[in-house]
C-alpha cells in the first residue's frame, strides 16, 4: 500500500508539468461551453460512473475556462441492478459539484431492471419513457430559470 503510494505522487510529480501544458479535449470543452444544458446517461460500475465519463470530465474541465460553469446538466442512467445507477448517479452530483454545474434535483430518472423495459434495443417501458419525458421538460425549464440568473459574484 505505501508502495503504491509512492508510486503514485512519483507519477503525478513528474507527469503534472507536462499535464499543465496541454490543451485537451478542445472539441469536447467547446461543445459543452456552447451548449445550453448537457444531459448525462450512464450506467453504473463498482458503486460509481464508468472512470472513462469521470476522466472525461476531468479533462474537460482542464483549461482556462471552465465550460460547465453555470451550466444546467441532467443525469439519468439505466441499469439491470434495482437501484438503476443511483450510487453512480449521486457520485456524478459530486463531481458536478466541483465543476460549478446545476444539476437539475427532479425528476430523477432511475431505470431499475432496464434488461425489462427494452426490446430490441427499444424503450418499450411507458412508464420510463413518460419519465424520461418529465425530465427533459424540467431540463428546459431550469435551463431557462438559470438563463435568467445573476451570478453571486456579479
Ligand atoms: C466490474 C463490474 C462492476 C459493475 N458494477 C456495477 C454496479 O455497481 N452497479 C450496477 O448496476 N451494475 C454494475 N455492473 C454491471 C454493468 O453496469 C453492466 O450493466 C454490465 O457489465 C453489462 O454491460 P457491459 O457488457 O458493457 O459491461 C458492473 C459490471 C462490471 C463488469
Not at 457520485?91 to 466541483?98: A, D, F, G, P, T
Not at 424520461?132 to 424540467?138: E, G, Y
Amino acid at each position: 500500500m505505501k508502495m503504491i503510494s509512492i508510486l503514485l505522487a512519483l507519477m503525478f510529480a513528474v507527469a503534472a508539468p507536462a499535464w499543465a501544458q496541454v490543451q485537451p479535449f478542445p472539441e469536447l470543452r467547446a461543445s459543452i461551453a456552447e451548449a445550453d444544458a448537457v444531459l448525462i446517461a450512464t450506467p453504473e460500475y463498482t458503486y460509481s460512473a464508468p472512470v472513462a465519463l469521470e476522466n472525461a470530465l476531468d479533462w474537460a474541465s482542464r483549461g482556462n475556462t471552465q465550460p460547465f460553469d453555470g451550466k444546467a446538466v441532467a443525469i439519468m442512467g439505466a441499469a439491470a441492478s434495482t437501484l438503476g445507477t443511483a450510487r453512480a448517479q449521486y457520485h456524478l452530483r459530486q463531481i458536478l459539484v466541483s465543476l460549478n454545474a446545476h444539476p437539475l434535483n427532479q425528476p430523477e430518472v432511475f431505470v431499475a431492471r432496464a434488461n425489462e423495459r427494452f426490446e430490441n434495443g427499444q424503450l418499450t417501458d411507458e412508464t420510463t419513457r413518460k419519465l424520461i419525458a418529465d425530465q427533459l421538460i424540467a431540463l428546459k425549464a431550469w435551463t431557462a430559470c438559470l438563463s435568467t440568473r445573476v451570478a453571486p459574484n456579479q
